[in-house]
């Protein structure tokens, strides 16, 4: 395993992955999840992954109120869904009716923070990565693009 102390993002460590550690306030509380810099064939880590975490640590909390926001919409716009997929005994547990984004802080975890390999050139993304009590199996993902929140859906979107 390698490590390395990198000026961006700190101590890194090489094991198929980099990886490290991030924090992040997010749900109303402070979370120290690890970080993925996402690298292929033994590539490095190129400069727009760089830029992509300097612009998300210099906006933690900004980007991390529009994650909330986008993934309290996408959770209200299939709540039914998730309600109907459990039994009457756990539906107001594990996918209880939520009427503000502070209801969320029980329903998703934060594992993870991924910061992707560009495929289109000059994009800086960042991917969140969440367990969700409503999804167990799938989790959910949030991918944001150049600083805005480009997609929510289940987390493999960011798998991979």
Known sequence: MTVISDRDFGELHFDEAWTGLCEVFIFGR?????????????????????????????????????????????????????RDSFDADEVD????????????????????????????????????IFDANFDPQLGLGVLVTDGSVETVDTQDILLG
């Open 93 to 128: 547990i594990k996918a209880p009716n939520a009427h503000a984004v502070d209801h969320m802080r029980d329903l998703v975890t934060l594992k993870c923070i991924k910061v992707l390999s560009p495929f289109d050139a000059g994009m800086r993304q960042i991917g969140f």
């Open 30 to 82: 402070l979370c120290e999840v690890e970080l993925i810099v996402q690298t292929f064939d033994g590539d490095s880590i190129s400069d727009i992954q760089r830029l992509a975490f300097r612009e998300f640590s210099s906006n933690k909390a900004v980007v991390s109120l529009a994650v909330e926001k986008a993934i309290f919409s996408y959770y209200i716009c299939r709540s039914e869904e998730y």
